[in-house]
């Protein structure tokens, strides 16, 4: 295990996380076997992201963090890294 990873159980994913400022690129834990939807539609009123980089929409760099939450009414998309192309 690295250093400062969760021990759950649960799959890491990548993922892309757009709001209306920002960009975040991150880790989530999801279930065995759950999908990214019945992540996003839990009872949490946040995302827990792990090794987070958020930055701008035109890529500059806004801050690194090992956690964050980030607020599910404040996100408009997210998307697994391995599904996305980043213009």
């Known amino acids: 295990m690295e250093t400062g990873e969760i021990k759950t159980g649960n799959e890491k994913t990548k993922v892309i996380i757009l709001t209306t400022h920002y960009r975040i690129i991150g880790d989530i834990y999801l279930m065995p076997g759950a999908r990214l939807t019945d992540y996003i539609i839990g009872p ?4 827990a992201v792990t090794d987070a980089h958020v930055s701008t929409h035109d890529g500059r ?3 690194s963090a090992s956690f964050l ?7 408009e998309v997210i998307i ?6 980043l213009a």
Not at 80 to 85: I, L
């Open 44 to 47: 949490n009123s946040a995302i």
């Open 61 to 63: 760099m806004v801050l």
């Open 69 to 75: 939450n980030v607020d599910r009414n404040h996100i």
């Open 80 to 85: 697994p890294a391995d599904m996305a192309n």
